[in-house]
């Protein structure tokens, strides 16, 4: 089975901090996705990574940035943490074939950021 | 923005009942994914339907793909109280390189 795991469940960081949430997947998937949840909102992507060091901004990068220095290891990086980037964020993974062929994307169970 | 979006935004039925939920989409696909998430928890993937399929079953789900409304519809037959959850549409776009549009869910609660 497929295993995504995040690095935190629930965390809680002050204004200003620098926050790192890591994703760890173990099925050698070249694709790799951040995204974060609100109510309402559902899931809106902030970055997402088709091969190491390859990045590329979804549609909330404003804020984040991402490292992707191993396949296996998709990082989200909150430069200088605020309250409204409190939020869940989740990560996911995919096989690197792209269009018809449809890739399923596996999450982790989520990380709870509270941003005080 | 959002591509996919579901409706309705929540349904309560009772267990054995049926429950349709509706996506609607803006741009061509390539396919669409439909995903449920227990409360407080990560995603996971139920079905997936091409753009050149019309209908497709898995176990108590079907799910219908129209590409001339832009639109897809996901059944769950003979509710139980473990389907409650909120359900997910997304749509990967034509040149996307794998990359979803995830709609706001629709939430489900089934009542014993």
């Known amino acids: 089975d497929v295993k995504v795991t995040q690095s935190s469940r629930y965390l809680v960081k002050r204004t200003g901090e620098k926050v790192f949430l890591e994703c760890v997947q173990d099925?050698?998937?070249?694709?790799m996705f951040w995204y974060r949840q609100d109510p309402g909102l559902g899931l809106r992507l902030i970055y997402f990574?088709?091969?190491?060091?390859?990045?590329e901004k979804g549609d909330i990068p404003e804020g984040y940035s991402v490292s992707r220095e191993k396949k296996e290891r998709f990082s989200l990086i909150l430069e200088s943490a605020s309250t409204n980037q409190t939020s869940m964020y989740l990560c996911?993974?995919?096989?690197?074939?792209?269009?018809?062929?449809?890739?399923?994307?596996?999450f982790g169970p989520g990380t709870r950021l509270t941003v005080l | 923005s959002q591509q996919g979006e579901e409706d309705p935004q929540a349904l309560s039925i009772q267990e054995g009942e049926n429950a349709t939920m509706n996506c609607s989409y803006k741009?061509?696909?390539?396919?669409l994914q439909w995903y449920r998430q227990n409360s407080g928890r990560g995603l996971v993937h139920l079905i997936l339907?091409?753009?050149?399929?019309r209908e497709k079953h898995s176990g108590r789900l079907r799910v219908t793909l129209d590409t001339s409304k832009k639109s897809s519809s996901l059944l769950i037959t003979a509710s139980r109280a473990a389907d409650t959850a909120s359900y997910f549409c997304?749509?990967?776009?034509?040149?996307?390189?794998?990359?979803?549009?995830f709609g706001a869910g629709t939430q489900v609660v089934v009542t014993p």
């Open positions: 996911a993974s995919s096989l690197g074939v792209a269009g018809a062929l449809g890739n399923e994307q596996f």
């Open positions: 099925m050698d998937h070249e694709n």
């Open positions: 990574s088709y091969d190491v060091k390859m990045k």
């Open positions: 741009t061509s696909i390539n396919n």
């Open positions: 339907i091409r753009s050149n399929e």
């Open positions: 997304a749509t990967d776009e034509e040149d996307s390189w794998g990359k979803f549009q």
